[in-house]
C-alpha cells in the first residue's frame, strides 16, 4: 500500500516538475514533507545538501533518498520509477513527433507562464524551509555570508557546503 | 557511425558517476562525449534536443539521456542510456542513506548539518534569484508574486499552480496576440 502511495506520489511529482533540479524542490517539500511527512524538514535540508554533493541528478538522488528512507531499497527503486515514468513516456512521443513539438507556439506561451512561476515557487520554498534551518542570529548571518559567496563571488556550491559543515561544528558543536 | 549497447551505456554510466551538481552540469560532458569526441551528433541537433529537454517535465539529465539513446539505438538504447546515466547516483545514495541514519544522532554530526542546512537554504534561494533575474520584466514579477502568494500564504498545492500558471501564460500570450493582430 505504502509502495503504491510512493509510487504515485512521485508520478505526480515527475509530471509537472519543469526547470529541472531547485525548481522541483517546492513540489518535493509539499508532498513528501507536509502531506505525507515522510521526512521532517531538517532532513529535507540534510538531503538536499547530499544530493548536491553526490555525482548524478538532484532529483534522482532525492527520490532515491526519499524511498530508501521510507521502504528500503525497494522504496527506492520505486520513488525513482515513479519519477521518470512519465517524463520518459514524453520523451520517448517527442522523439518521434519531434517537429511539430520544437517550433510549437503553444510550449512557448504556457512557458511564459512556466518560467516566472518557478521563480515564485522556489521563494515560497525557501519561506517554508528557513523556519528549520534559519533559527538564530548566527542563521540569519551564515546565510547572508553563504549566499555572498555563492551569487556574488560564485563559489562551487559543494565548497559552500563543506565550510558550512567546518563553521556549524565550530558555532553549534 | 553506429554505437554499440555497451559503449553507450558506459558513456552514460561515466557521465552519470562523476558529474557532480545535478543535471545542469551534465551536458557539457554530454556534448564533449556524443559531438565532439565521437560525432554522433552534430552541434544543431545537440542543441534541438537539449531545448526539447528543457520544455519537458522530468529530471533533464535523464530525459536527455534517453532522447539520445532512441535517437543511437532506437528504444532499447533508451532504455541502456538512462539506466546508465542514473545507476550511479542510486547505488551512491543507497549506500549515503544507509550509513546517513547510522550517525545521524552523533552530536558531531548534527552540528555540521545545522551549518549545512544554512547554506542549503541560501543555495535554493540562489537559484531562485538567478532564475529571478531572467524573469525581471513586469509580466514575470507579478507572475512570480502570485505564484508565491498562492503557495506560501495561500497554501494551494504547487502541483495545480504550476499547472494553472502554464495555462495563464498561454492565455495571455494568446490573447495578446489576437489583441495586436486587430490593432493592425
Known amino acids: ?173 | 557511425m553506429r554505437i554499440s549497447l555497451a559503449k553507450l551505456f558506459f558513456s552514460f554510466l561515466k557521465i552519470g558517476a562523476f558529474t557532480f551538481g545535478g543535471g545542469y552540469a551534465m551536458i557539457p560532458l554530454f556534448e564533449r562525449e556524443f559531438v565532439k569526441r565521437y560525432g554522433y551528433l552534430d552541434e544543431d541537433e545537440f542543441y534541438d534536443v537539449l531545448v526539447i529537454c528543457q520544455s519537458l517535465p522530468g529530471v533533464i539529465a535523464i530525459n536527455f539521456s534517453v532522447f539520445i539513446g532512441i535517437k543511437l539505438r532506437g528504444k532499447v538504447g533508451g532504455f541502456v542510456a538512462g539506466l546508465g546515466v542514473a545507476l550511479p547516483s542510486f547505488l551512491i545514495i543507497l549506500v549515503i542513506a544507509a550509513f546517513l541514519f547510522a550517525y545521524i544522532e552523533n552530536p558531531y554530526v548534527e552540528a555540521a548539518f545545522k551549518g549545512v542546512r544554512v547554506s542549503v537554504i541560501a543555495l535554493i534561494f540562489t537559484a531562485g534569484f538567478r532564475l529571478f533575474k531572467q524573469n525581471k520584466h513586469l509580466f514575470g514579477v507579478f507572475m512570480a508574486v502570485l505564484t508565491f502568494a498562492l503557495v506560501a500564504m495561500v497554501r494551494l498545492h504547487p502541483f495545480f499552480v504550476i499547472l494553472a500558471m502554464g495555462a495563464f501564460g498561454y492565455i495571455t500570450t494568446k490573447v495578446g496576440e489576437v489583441v495586436r493582430h486587430a490593432s493592425h
Do not use: C
Open chain 1, 1 to 173: 500500500m505504502l509502495l503504491i502511495k510512493l509510487f504515485f506520489t512521485f508520478l505526480g511529482i515527475g509530471a509537472v516538475a519543469f526547470g529541472g533540479g531547485y525548481a522541483m524542490l517546492p513540489l518535493f517539500e509539499r508532498m513528501i514533507v507536509e502531506q505525507h511527512g515522510w521526512l521532517d524538514r531538517s532532513l529535507f535540508l540534510d538531503m538536499i545538501a547530499i544530493s548536491q554533493m553526490t555525482p548524478g541528478p538532484i532529483a534522482i538522488n532525492s527520490a532515491t533518498f526519499i524511498g530508501f528512507q521510507i521502504q528500503g531499497v525497494i522504496g527506492a527503486l520505486v520513488a525513482t520509477i515513479g519519477m521518470i515514468t512519465i517524463p520518459v513516456i514524453l520523451i520517448s512521443l517527442v522523439s518521434v513527433y519531434r517537429e511539430p513539438f520544437k517550433n510549437s507556439k503553444v510550449v512557448q506561451a504556457i512557458f511564459t507562464g512556466l518560467r516566472p512561476a518557478l521563480v515564485g515557487l522556489i521563494f515560497a520554498s525557501v519561506f517554508s524551509l528557513a523556519r528549520d534551518a534559519v533559527f538564530d542570529l548566527w542563521g540569519l548571518i551564515l546565510f547572508f555570508v553563504f549566499f555572498g559567496l555563492l551569487a556574488v563571488f560564485r563559489i562551487h556550491p559543494i565548497l559552500v557546503i563543506l565550510i558550512s559543515a567546518v563553521l556549524g561544528l565550530i558555532i553549534y558543536a
